[in-house]
């Protein structure tokens, strides 16, 4: 069974530019979550989309915003980049289809973008 | 929200001694609490978890407990080696209220030779 695969792997954008990133899940998980990981400010949450809806959400500014797609891939997008975005963005994926939310989280390799 | 809150930051250890990391959580209501591990440049992992109707969980090295009553659960990893360094995250989901995995800040722990 694949994992769950994020692309590209590596990003450089100018400030002010946007950027999507793209996460496709283990086959069968319907949740999609991500990530921004920092240096000292560990995985904070940015939001979470389960079968093409986003159900919960992060205190990020409206900049970030997310979708799912009929297949549970889902992609992020940044817009008006800021040098305080470069980060490691990680996505992971929960089957979350039996009713009950205690199932592990698998993540992506992640994707590490660079604003300049 | 669920707010997670982890100590601490840096852990040193020699290997061979035992490591303890502890978090705390906001909403007693939370009722998993997973444990991941990230070694350099790789992604986070499940090492460990724990369901809010046990009070301890171990598996070899390591071991989790859970204090409902005072809001924490603890990461017990005994006779270190220097594979265990990595980065630890722990987590609080709150089932029923969206789900929402939610992690603490992480801490860096390094077993010296």
């Known amino acids: 069974k694949a994992g769950v695969t994020q692309t590209p792997r590596y990003l450089i954008k100018t400030r002010g530019q946007q950027v999507t990133l793209s996460c496709s899940p283990i086959s069968g998980h319907r949740s999609v979550s991500w990530y921004q990981q920092t240096p000292g400010q560990g995985l904070q949450f940015l939001f979470e989309y389960f079968s093409e809806t986003q159900r919960n959400k992060g205190n990020f500014p409206g900049r970030f915003s997310g979708r799912q797609f009929s297949n549970s891939r889902s992609e992020m997008n940044v817009s008006t980049l800021e040098l305080g975005d470069s980060a490691l963005y990680l996505c992971a994926s929960r089957p979350l289809g039996g009713g009950g939310a205690d199932t592990e989280a698998f993540f992506g390799q992640g994707t590490r973008l660079t604003v300049v | 929200g669920e707010n997670v809150e982890q100590h601490p930051s840096t852990l040193s250890v020699q290997e061979g001694d035992s490591a303890v990391i502890k978090c705390t959580y906001s909403d007693s209501a939370s009722n998993y609490f997973p444990w991941y591990k990230q070694e350099l440049g790789k992604r986070p992992q499940l090492i460990i978890d724990i369901r809010s109707n046990v009070g301890e969980k171990k598996d070899q090295r390591i071991a989790v407990t859970l204090n409902k009553t005072a809001k924490h659960f603890s990461l017990h990893i005994t006779e270190t080696q220097p594979e265990d360094s990595a980065v630890y995250f722990c987590?609080?989901?709150?089932?029923?209220?969206?789900?929402?995995?939610?992690f603490g800040t992480g801490t860096q722990l390094k077993v010296e030779l």
């Open positions: 987590a609080a989901v709150l089932t029923g209220g969206g789900n929402k995995l939610t």
